[in-house]
């Protein structure tokens, strides 16, 4: 689901200040220098890889640095980061004039008129919660729509989905003039594709996964968020999706487009760090957390390929 919604996430639009919901959470503050949990060792080729575990979203004002990162990172070859997925302003304006149709709600019609009565009056109920225009967002294709509304509420609890940890690790990588290899693994395109063969079904199945995350789901946000700030891997592993987001997942990989972008994320990760671990040498990797610790995921495909992997 993060990685079809990444572009709406990402496109961030003024807001106006949020009313305070009934079931408000206490916003998440973190003070002083957090390390974020320890690092997956692979080996068992010419070379070795240290793989950084990141989450989504984390605390907005986050102070982070890992010592032992930069202890590895001074007889490193190669540092591997995602590519990072942002837009300049000019090119969303062309998205906006161009692709329309894709995101936006065709024919003058606005957001009630495309979505299911019972979601539409779930989405109303938490938009006044947690912003108090009215037509805010109402012009957006459902799942953009939700994925803005996600994240108004994230902001209102102290998270931000913004945050890009391979940003800090770049510049730890600068510091110590160790080569950056940026993994390019879906651009904007890819995501429009996705977006233009999402069956309405899926697209509905993924909205409830947003609603359901806003109206029940924040708290474990929060708690994910602090157990990495604090290094406590067992405790993100101790909680799992909901029931929504899960059937959200099912859909996208049943999707063609969109399992194909799923698919083509996961192979080109295995691919990239496979690669490195045959050319030797230390390689040091910053991947999401759920793609390494997903059924059948990055770990996973690296054992199945005969590399050993030593947890934190």
């Not at 106006?16 to 503050?29: C, F, K, M, R």
């Amino acid at each position: 689901m993060a990685g079809v919604l990444s572009f709406a996430c990402r496109a961030d639009q003024p807001t106006s200040t949020p009313a305070t919901p009934d079931n408000a959470i206490d916003e998440l503050v973190v003070t002083g220098e957090r390390t974020g949990p320890g690092l997956w060792h692979v080996h068992g080729a010419a070379g070795e890889a240290w793989i950084m575990g990141t989450v989504s979203p984390l605390p907005k004002d986050i102070t982070w640095r890992s010592r032992q990162l930069e202890q590895i990172l001074a007889g490193t070859r190669v540092v591997l980061v995602g590519k990072p997925f942002e837009i300049g302003i000019l090119r969303a304006l062309w998205l906006f004039i161009t692709q329309r149709d894709l995101l936006m709600v065709p024919g003058g019609r606005r957001l009630k008129d495309v979505m299911p009565p019972e979601l539409y009056a779930r989405f109303e109920a938490l938009r006044a919660r947690y912003n108090s225009d009215p037509d805010k967002w109402t012009h957006f294709r459902p799942i953009i729509a939700t994925a803005f509304l996600e994240q108004a509420a994230l902001r209102q609890v102290g998270l931000s989905a913004r945050l890009d940890i391979g940003n800090e690790v770049r510049a730890l990588a600068r510091k110590h003039d160790v080569r950056i290899d940026e993994i390019k693994i879906a651009g904007v395109r890819d995501f429009l594709d996705a977006l233009k063969s999402m069956p309405p079904a899926v697209e509905d199945t993924c909205v409830v996964a947003a609603l359901a995350t806003i109206e029940s789901g924040l708290p474990r946000l929060v708690a994910r968020a602090q157990a990495w700030v604090t290094g406590d891997l067992e405790r993100i592993q101790s909680l799992p999706e909901s029931a929504e987001v899960e059937a959200c997942i099912a859909a996208l990989n049943g999707d063609a487009r969109a399992s194909d972008l799923l698919a083509k994320i996961r192979r080109t990760w295995a691919l990239s760090l496979d690669e490195q671990l045959r050319a030797g040498g230390v390689t040091v990797a910053v991947v999401n957390m759920d793609l390494l610790l997903e059924r059948g995921g990055l770990l996973a495909a690296l054992q199945a390929r005969g590399y050993t992997v030593d947890p934190p």
